[in-house]
């Protein structure tokens, strides 16, 4: 069986109060991590992280209380490797979009994983076609 290694959990803040969880083996480690600009915010992707204030944890190592902030940090980053995984996998058609999906279910094109934009009507349309369309939730780039 492998060794255990012990680590501490850290509350992060980036400089626009975004706080996360950070897991390092020491408080070294997290100073010399920040030093380099290893650390980065999950929401706006700066380098300027501190820690932050820690919540009192149980004896079972779980936070006392519920934290909105991070739970909010973890459904930005969620969304955020969405629209990275739909960037790298698939077409943008930008507003062409209900036209190429109507092309692709009537077979007058290859199928490919495509995204754009639609209206909601238009989305509406789609879908009493039979046309298979999904709304995404879309974040904000953090390089913008």
């Not at 083996?25 to 700066?46: H, M, R, W, Y």
């Not at 507003?95 to 994983?113: L, N, V, Y």
Request: net charge negative.
């Amino acid at each position: 069986m492998g060794r255990t290694l012990p680590v501490i959990l850290f509350d992060l803040e980036c400089e626009s109060g975004h706080v996360f969880e950070g897991w390092f083996p020491s408080g070294a480690e997290f100073d010399q991590q920040a030093n380099k600009g290893q650390i980065l915010c999950p929401v706006c992707d700066t380098a300027n992280v501190k820690k932050a204030p820690m919540a009192p944890r149980s004896a079972r190592g779980q936070p006392a209380e519920r934290n909105p902030k991070h739970e909010q940090a973890a459904m930005l980053r969620a969304l955020r490797k969405l629209r990275q995984a739909v960037e790298k996998n698939s077409t943008y058609v930008g507003d062409r979009f209900p036209a190429e999906a109507r092309a692709m279910h009537a077979g007058e094109c290859e199928e490919k994983s495509i995204y754009g934009e639609a209206t909601s009507e238009e989305a509406r349309e789609l879908r009493e076609e039979g046309v298979q369309v999904c709304p995404l939730p879309w974040i904000d780039r953090a390089d913008h």
